[in-house]
């Protein structure tokens, strides 16, 4: 994943769509930069298309949530070439996808979303997700900036972490927190964080869909929070051990849907639904219609450790499922708040975020001169200078992290070291 999100490593057409993305973002924002050179003519489809997607025209839930207007990676449109984009240029231009959106309110979202997410990282995974479509990638990037402000307030779930929850009496995302219905435990081979799930401690009238929802979002977050370069995405194993109709809520299983389709695209590795009961193939019937194909391609179905072990060492499978982990299901112990004492240090954070905004100020400096520049040469160098900016954002929030994040159980632990 790294490569693919690495704009050092984009083919040219590819890094001409990430300059036109960063301009209409930049005219929405009020930065001054003049992207009639991100906007000519792209000559041949560079966004190349693999057989198996191009094959594949069905509708993911999350555009048909959409009504089709964000579009799809599967969608018939995805064979179009992106020169298509290029004539659409206008100087000081807003897309018209972030019209409706308040430009500040969006722009401190995004640079506060990151965490340990380089700018261009996060950027390219929207563009990914829609398949190197200028105006759909924008079109995404929009609705999930909407429902990061206007809806689900992200930043308040991770930062007031699970603490929160107790301080505000939330009883349904407390219950499910000490039930660890989902929680990070080990890594796969390929370092990505495992999510595990466990549906058997799942029922509805445990929480409202509100609480379920805002605990979906601070673990899919806190999973977030141990990708390190070139780890981008998360692997999930739903444990269907103990699994019954009672279990079965199709509220939820569409929020996650929608989550990863729609708000956190290219962030899932795999997904495994282990020891699917006799019961489960009707369900899965229903469910597998609301995947992206893309989605759909990374979910296998395993039944024993030594399915789970071709992709994740023993030691990190837990012991209840065959494997050596020893991480205790049974006992969860909610943090006290103890560990929290830098997020009182206001001099210190103040310190720190200053240093973030004149980072943040030298990115968009040496974007801005990316996207004007007249020679490969040029283009190049800025694009060396503001991914060593990128890095540099991702070491500064490695330090402000404890003064506006309440630690987790995986910080306290040691296990999480943003």
Known sequence: MQDENDP????????????????????????????????????????????????????SLFDKISGGYLGSESSEEQETPVETEESKYVLNSVHDTLKDLEPQATQDEFWEMLRVETPDTSILKFIRARKWKVDKAMSMIAHS????????KVDDIICGGERAAYE????????NLELQKAIICGFDKQR????LARPKVHYSSDQTEEEIQKYCVLVIEQAKLFFKKPVETSTILFDLTGFSLSNMDYTPVKFLITCFEAHYPESLGHMFIHKAPWI??????IIKNWLDPVVASKIMFTKNAKDLNQFIDMDQIPEYLGGSNKHDMDHYVAPDGCQDVKLNDQESMTKIKSERSQLIKEFI????????????ADSEAYLNEKTKIGDKLVQNYSELDPYVRSRSVYDISGMLKV
């Open 280 to 285: 489960f193939p009707p369900i899965w019937n």
């Open 192 to 195: 990505r964080p495992i999510i």
């Open 145 to 152: 900036m909407r429902w990061r402000v206007e809806e689900s």
């Open 168 to 175: 505000k009496g939330e009883t349904g995302v407390i219950k």
């Open 8 to 59: 050092k490593k984009l083919s040219g057409g590819h890094e001409q769509i990430l300059k036109q993305v960063w301009t209409y973002l930049f005219h929405f924002w009020g930065i001054p930069v003049n992207g009639e050179r991100a906007f000519r003519k792209i000559e041949s489809h560079e966004a190349d298309t693999s057989v198996e997607e191009k094959g594949k025209k069905k509708k």
């Open 365 to 376: 400096d040496a974007t801005v001169k990316w996207i004007e520049s007249s020679s490969e």
